[in-house]
Nanobody
Framework: QVQLVESGGGLVQPGGSLRLSCAAS????????MGWYRQAPRKQRELVAA???????NYADSVKGRFTISRDNAKNTVYLQMNSLKPEDTAVYYC??????????????WGQGTQVTVSS
């Protein structure tokens, strides 16, 4: 029902900035809570940031004060602005969409991911 495509990843030096984008299609974007997850080599996938349909945000402790999640419902797009990047931020970043409906239950969708590498 929802298709997600991430973009904006790449190579950046420590202390630099990068903005990730996730474009959604196939359903009513504003109904979904959106999130960014990441998975580093030999690590489990972890939540980085999330934003509800009402605009409430939350962040992993490791990125608080450095990353900002936002959404533009008119463009069906969610963003992750990443500042003061550290080598430990290196990972594949995945976009996530979730919705809970009466009777249907929980629906979860994932993008294919975009690589972020922080290195000198």
């Amino acid at each position: 029902q929802v298709q997600l495509v991430e973009s904006g990843g790449g190579l950046v030096q420590p202390g630099g900035s990068l903005r990730l984008s996730c474009a959604a299609s196939g359903s009513i974007f504003s109904f979904y809570a959106m999130g960014w997850y990441r998975q580093a080599p030999r690590k489990q996938r972890e939540l980085v940031a999330a934003i509800t349909s009402g605009g409430t945000t939350n962040y992993a402790d490791s990125v608080k004060g450095r990353f900002t999640i936002s959404r533009d419902n008119a463009k069906n797009t969610v963003y992750l602005q990443m500042n003061s990047l550290k080598p430990e931020d290196t990972a594949v970043y995945y976009c996530n969409a979730e919705r809970v409906q009466t009777i249907v239950g929980r629906s979860t969708f994932w993008g294919q991911g975009t690589q972020v590498t922080v290195s000198s």
